[in-house]
Each structure stands twice: as C-alpha cells, then as structure tokens.
Nanobody, 124 residues
Framework: VQLQASGGGLVQPGGSLKLSCVGS??????????MSWYRQAPGEQRELVAF???????HEADSLKDRFTISRGDAKNTAYLEMNNLQPEDTAVYYC?????????????????WGQGTLVTVSS
C-alpha cells in the first residue's frame, strides 16, 4: 500500500491550498477505514491536523477547524485537505496517514500506512 500526498507549495498569507492523498498498490484491495493528515513544522513534533472515516465522518483539530476541512474523495481511498486563510505558522511538511482496521480469528488488528510528506510554505 502506498499513499501519495500532493498539493503542497508556496502560498502567501491568507491564501489557500488543497492537499490530496491517494492510496494505491496491488495489495490495496480494501477500503481504508480512516484517512488523516498530520503536519510537522521545523523543530516541532508531528501533530494531527484532521481525520476522516470511511463513512465520511470528518474531524479537524479544534485550533484549525475554522480554516481547514478534510474530506473523502469520490474515488476509493482518496482524501483531501482544504486549507484556507493560511498563516506562516501553518508552514510544515504535511503527511497523509491511513488506517486499516480488521479482524483475524476474532482479534482486532490495526495497520497504519504513511505517505511521504508534502511541503507547505506560507510566506510573503
């Protein structure tokens, strides 16, 4: 399973960007149960930005929900992060992460998949 994140770039303060995450791979024969975005600013720890479940239930970090919106795409195993009114403090590498939850012989298993990051730079 591979996750391809894209859509990052340089944007001025107040601008917008839309990030995309696409899951692929010959072994991706299932729906990813949760798709999420994390970000990591220079010198900072990675933090959860938002996640969306397979049925479309979306959750954004409280400090970001007024400006950021996560959604699942119509295509299978895709997710988007729409970011508005970007500020310099939003500068970070944004990572896509997905989770598969399944049962094997009655035992719950959780598998995480991480994509490469896409850099978002907010600067004038």
């Amino acid at each position: 399973v591979q996750l391809q994140a894209s859509g990052g770039g340089l944007v001025q303060p107040g601008g917008s960007l839309k990030l995309s995450c696409v899951g692929s791979g010959s072994d991706l024969t299932f729906n990813l149960d949760v798709m999420s975005w994390y970000r990591q600013a220079p010198g900072e720890q990675r933090e959860l930005v938002a996640f969306v479940t397979r049925d479309g239930s979306a959750h954004e970090a409280d400090s970001l929900k007024d400006r950021f919106t996560i959604s699942r795409g119509d295509a299978k195993n895709t997710a988007y992060l729409e970011m508005n009114n970007l500020q310099p403090e939003d500068t970070a590498v944004y990572y896509c992460m997905a989770v598969r939850i399944f049962q094997t012989m009655g035992i719950r298993n959780v598998t995480e998949y991480w994509g490469q990051g896409t850099l978002v730079t907010v600067s004038s």
